[in-house]
């Protein structure tokens, strides 16, 4: 179908809701009514040729075979497709035969619609289209609608027609009738100023994405292979992987069956996946509706090839309670099998956080790649992902630990950048993941990196976000680019502006970097006084409630009943301060025990300060240990935590101050000999990693000071040690590495490998651009600048 009459079609169904709905719908509910009826007007002109053949069937089923249950195998056979229809309506005939008694036209509907076999039935469901007929009939206008949609001079057939004018209408083809769903649900939601591009990835976007899928073994493809989109949508990611191989155009002579499947969860597009499947011949029950992240639909299933333009930027919080219990993930798509630094194997986390879950789709095509055991061919992933999949998340987060299990097992073949403005619904910067479990000899441990960021071609008119699209010859250089996996050198246009692609190619271990813990000693000063101390009262987290209520009601807070008995007056307080407490903050503020405690507490530090008095030492060694001695000789039991309590209330960082011991430690023989070996330094070193040698041989570690913690991400390829002392040590002696801090992470940063600065103009052009201005200007600028006005010629 070519673009002319691509056009027309649209135009005219465009116009049947201005025509005939305007009344009975708002605006932005007239898709409702179209789209379904264009998928029911599509089926129809599918089944007429066949539906004296398919009521044959049935009435040899029914009189001759007496049967109660109907063969739908031997009605699919007459048809011609895997859905029939066994009433004795058309949607011609309906219209042709229809009188002014809308309740027969709604009832002939109803039967009309009843005869569909099952798959129809759930579309038609999905749509709601039955309680949509009778609206319309109850408003006089179906027979209206009816009448547009069997009109002669719109052609929803596969077969060329004349229209009353005997002008040719060509046939739809089921690729014709793919376009033409897809147009109207992006010029529906445009209109409707919704998400124009939701179910919609442009048409350009996917043909490269199965080029890329598909060229580099386009000789070798199995003769059965499978398609899977775990966001399908529409559908037209698993149509054009299809088309690609099945190639009407001929090009490729692919003599392969294909299989599809696809899980959407929007009914509606659903729904459109679902005839779409049928109208070009698929199996319809291959396509899932319902959440891909809360069911594994396809369970136990591989899929050689796997296509997805999955929902980025949007919450899966609805869904945690499926794949989480907690903290603990329950799902194994989501798991993933790490090796830490020490080189202990766990299972580990791999979900993103909950307002992103983006990478959740792509672990779950991941974990149905086949295994090589299976397939020498394995399977080829293309999946499109903003640029938060790159970079977000930490080190040892699931995020970063999805990355690196992807790039660690080498499934990481090609990441493309894409053009701003390239979608309907968003215009930041996308990408193209590629995935192999099968790279070739020359791709294995690398990683392909391709900015196509400047290739594109501007539309007229701007289609929701998208103002721009490629062009043949764009989807041609970024297929040759990655096929060639060699560097390519931006080019710079006579204005110095970059332009063209560019292409790197990376070790899979550049992507990768050690988090490790910078320490710095804790140095402190201490001293009692009444004002340190009289925080303890109140819990820290709890400190604004508990100290209004203090104030307010003095030791009443501390009798039975007080604080149940104004709960009420409490909470109220709190939410009017703004204060939000969760169920265990409102447990402590109402639990007049918890209260006691702090308050045995205060006392006890106060008891102390009687003893020890108040002198401030920057010993900080020698004030704990006489708060220790002095516990023991007073015989007053106190908990380790409310110890440090004690302690932290009435101590300060003081960086003059003598650093506080952690803990003094005997290294010899094997023990000292372990702690080398696991370090990977020589004894002389042992200060850089915290343990620090004393005259007398013994070791001392320090406390470490959290204010002054820091952070290094070195990376993968780099000894963390050699790092250490060339980019932190020389600017902070104190400081040593923390080793069991050591976490990994993955993170790609476009901007890193393909920034390139463009130089600032010479002084001299500026001056003159500056002098050319200020000529103009009447000599202000000189007047600012202090500068000789000059006549216009020596400026020249």
Not at 119 to 137: C, G, P, Q, S, Y
Not at 250 to 269: M, P, R
Not at 339 to 364: C, H, I, K, N
Not at 402 to 418: A, P, V
Request: glycine share 6%; charged share 30%; hydrophobic share 35%.
């Amino acid at each position: 179908m070519n673009q002319t009459t691509h056009n027309k079609l649209i135009s005219f169904i465009w116009s049947i809701a201005d025509d005939c709905l305007r009344d009975v719908y708002v605006r932005g509910k007239y898709r409702d009514v179209i789209l379904p009826m264009v998928v029911l007007r599509r089926l129809d002109t599918l089944l007429e040729p066949t539906k004296d053949k398919v009521l044959e069937e049935l009435k040899f089923q029914k009189e001759e075979m007496g049967s109660t249950e109907l063969d739908d195998e031997a009605l699919r056979s007459a048809s011609g497709y895997v859905f029939f229809n066994t009433s004795q309506w058309t949607l011609r005939k309906l219209h042709d035969t229809a009188t002014n008694n809308r309740q027969i036209l709604l009832a002939n509907m109803e039967e009309y619609l009843g005869g569909f076999s099952d798959n129809v039935k759930e579309i038609i469901e999905r749509f709601d289209l039955m309680a949509k007929m009778r609206h319309m009939a109850g408003k006089d206008v179906l027979l209206d609608v009816l009448e547009k949609f069997v009109s002669p001079r719109i052609n929803l057939t596969p077969h060329d027609k004349e229209d009353p004018d005997g002008n040719l209408m060509p046939g739809l083809s089921n690729l014709g009738m793919g376009y033409v769903f897809e147009e109207l649900i992006r010029k529906f939601n445009e209109e409707n100023n919704e998400e124009a591009g939701e179910h919609f990835t442009p048409r350009e976007v996917i043909h490269l994405m199965t080029h890329l899928m598909f060229d580099p073994i386009k000789d070798q493809l199995p003769s059965v292979l499978t398609i899977y989109d775990p966001a399908c949508g529409s559908g037209g990611m698993l149509t054009e992987g299809q088309n690609y191989i099945i190639d009407p155009d001929g090009l490729i002579q692919a003599k392969s069956d294909v299989y599809l499947f696809g899980k959407e969860i929007n009914d509606e597009t659903y729904a459109i996946c679902k005839s779409d499947m049928m109208i070009k011949g698929n199996n319809p029950e291959n396509i899932k509706v319902g959440s891909t992240l809360s069911t594994d639909e396809f369970s136990g299933r591989k899929f050689d090839f796997m296509l997805s333009n999955p929902p980025y930027g949007k919450s899966w919080a609805s869904e945690q309670k499926f794949i989480k219990d907690g903290k603990d993930v329950i799902d194994p798509r989501f798991k993933v099998d790490l090796t830490d630094y020490w080189g202990e194997t766990d299972t580990q986390d791999a979900t993103p956080r909950s307002s992103d879950g983006q990478l959740l789709f792509l672990m779950e095509m991941v974990k149905k790649m086949k295994p090589l055991s299976d397939s020498p061919m394995g399977s080829r992933i293309a999946s499109v992902h903003n640029g938060s999949s790159l970079f977000t998340g930490d080190a040892g987060g699931g995020e970063s630990n999805i990355r690196r299990y992807i790039i660690e097992n080498d499934l990481l073949d090609t990441i493309i950048q894409l053009p701003n403005n390239l979608f309907y619904n968003t215009g930041i910067t996308t990408y193209i993941w590629l995935l192999s479990n099968a790279k070739p000899e020359a791709r294995k441990g690398k990683v392909q990196l391709i900015d196509a960021n400047l290739l594109y071609r501007k539309l007229r008119k701007n289609l929701g976000d998208k103002n721009c699209e490629f062009a043949p010859e764009h989807i041609e250089a970024i297929t040759s680019a990655y096929l060639g996996f060699g560097p390519i050198e931006r080019q710079l246009d006579d204005n110095g502006d970059p332009t063209g692609i560019a292409v790197q190619i990376f070790d899979n271990q550049d992507f990768g970097y050690h988090k490790v813990t910078i320490e710095r000693p804790d140095r402190r000063s201490a001293g009692f006084s009444a004002a340190r101390l009289a925080p303890l009262r109140f819990d820290k987290s709890l400190r604004a409630p508990m100290e209004h209520l203090w104030e307010e009601h003095g030791d009443q807070v501390y009798e039975a009943g007080f604080l149940k008995d104004h709960s009420k007056d409490i909470l109220k307080w709190c939410e009017d301060e703004e204060i939000t407490l969760n169920a265990k903050a409102r447990g402590k503020l109402l639990d007049v025990k918890y209260w006691q405690s702090l308050r045995d507490l205060h006392a006890t530090g106060l008891r102390l300060m009687d003893i020890i008095g108040t002198d401030e030492t920057s010993d900080y060694n020698a004030f704990r240990d006489t708060v220790t001695v002095t516990l023991k000789a007073q015989k007053i039991k106190l908990s380790a935590p409310e110890k440090n309590a004690i302690l932290n209330a009435v101590s300060w960082y003081d960086e003059d101050a003598e650093k506080v011991i952690g803990k003094e430690l005997k290294l010899k023989g094997d023990k000292l000999d372990a702690l080398l070996h696991r370090l990977g330094c020589a004894e002389g070193q042992l200060a850089d990693f915290g343990y620090f040698r004393q005259p007398d041989g013994t070791y001392l570690t320090y406390e470490s000071n959290s204010d002054l913690r820091d952070a290094e991400s070195v990376p993968l390829k780099d000894s963390i040690h050699d790092y250490f002392l060339i980019e932190v040590q020389p600017h902070v002696p104190e400081a040593w590495i923390n080793m069991d801090s050591v976490k990994i992470g993955y993170e790609i940063s476009f901007n890193k490998y393909f920034y390139r600065h463009k130089p600032l103009r010479a002084v001299e052009k500026v001056t003159a651009d500056l002098l050319e201005l200020e000529a103009r200007a009447d000599g202000l600028i000189a007047d600012i600048l202090g500068l000789e006005e000059k006549p216009n010629a020596e400026v020249a």
